[in-house]
């Protein structure tokens, strides 16, 4: 089968899978119920901080906190993408269609990750937009799309979320475990991350600055964190890890029995 086959069937596969439109649908209520709660605490908080927090406020980051919650539910979505098959079977006639396995692997990580791509920019406008107006009423500062490094965040989150996305992809090959790939995903970009602080020092300043996800979330900022990794260097370090994974899921996918 021809590479579009494959790439046609892997898209019919996921528009058919009620836990990707469920999942779409989720991600695209919390991004506009989120964003609005996110953003009015943040506007909240505006009235109560001092004039030093005052000049270093971000309204576009404070709107697009939501990623936080949204690039689980894709690193969830995209464990399921391969996952669902082997629970139900259908990984056997799949790869019967398709013979060469790096050929089926690389059209499932192609669809979804298109798919994924166009939800994240989704949600992360979704989350903008709705969240602006909740802290202009509250007084607080809020901006446009139009305003320096504002677009560039918006991207940036939308970017974040589909690189998760993604990882679930090769999680879910490597694990070939719903459960197993789900918790790999949660622990890599909630568990960590929300211990790192924790952590004693100098291991904690290095795995805050370095740590894939956390250096990646400055790429959702107009005002970086005081000597965070730039943005675009933290998006290469979690582009790394999830090209480290998809390779090894690869290899992984081509030997093992089904």
Known sequence: MSLTGVLAGEWTKVR??????Y????????????????????????????????????????SLRVYLSIQLVLGILGVLTITSEYAS????????????RSRLLAAKVAVFTAGALVLGQLVALLAFLVGQPVMAAQGAPSTTLGAPGVLLAVVGAGLVMTAV????VALGVLTRSTAAGLITVAVLTVLVPSFIP?????????????WPTTAAAQLTKVVPDAGALDGWAGLGLLAALVSAA???????????DV
């Open 246 to 256: 998809l390779a090894a899921a690869f290899v992984v996918f081509g030997r093992r």
């Open 16 to 21: 058919s899978l009620r836990s990707m439109a």
């Open 198 to 210: 924790a952590l004693p020092e100098p291991l904690s300043s290095v795995l805050g600055r370095y």
């Open 23 to 62: 999942g779409a649908l989720l991600a695209l209520a919390m991004g506009a119920g989120f964003g609005m709660l996110t953003s009015y605490a943040a506007g909240r908080d505006y009235a109560r901080s001092s004039a030093e927090a005052r000049a270093s406020f971000d309204p576009a980051a404070s």
């Open 165 to 168: 996305g993604v990882l679930g």
């Open 89 to 100: 079977g259908t990984i056997r006639a799949s790869l019967g269609a398709v013979p060469r």
